[in-house]
């Protein structure tokens, strides 16, 4: 069997910062955001011994 030519597995295997417009909105955003601020004050939320491991704050949906 031939294997498939995987090439949306090609986006993941560079940086992402290059493909992103720094101009964003968006971008401009995550950069202000004090994300350890966040963390400090919601990581008493998540226990690390019940369900799948939290993910980090800044890529919550």
Do not use: C, T
């Not at 910062?17 to 401009?28: A, C, F, I, R, T």
């Not at 011994?49 to 919550?60: C, E, N, Q, T, V």
Request: hydrophobic share 35%; net charge positive.
């Amino acid at each position: 069997m031939k294997a498939k030519n995987n090439k949306a597995g090609l986006l993941f295997q560079q940086p992402l910062k290059p493909l992103v417009n720094p101009d964003h909105s968006l971008v401009q955003l995550s950069e202000v955001v004090n994300w350890s601020r966040f963390e400090e004050k919601f990581g008493s939320l998540y226990s690390p011994d019940s369900g799948r491991p939290a993910k980090p704050i800044h890529l919550m949906e």
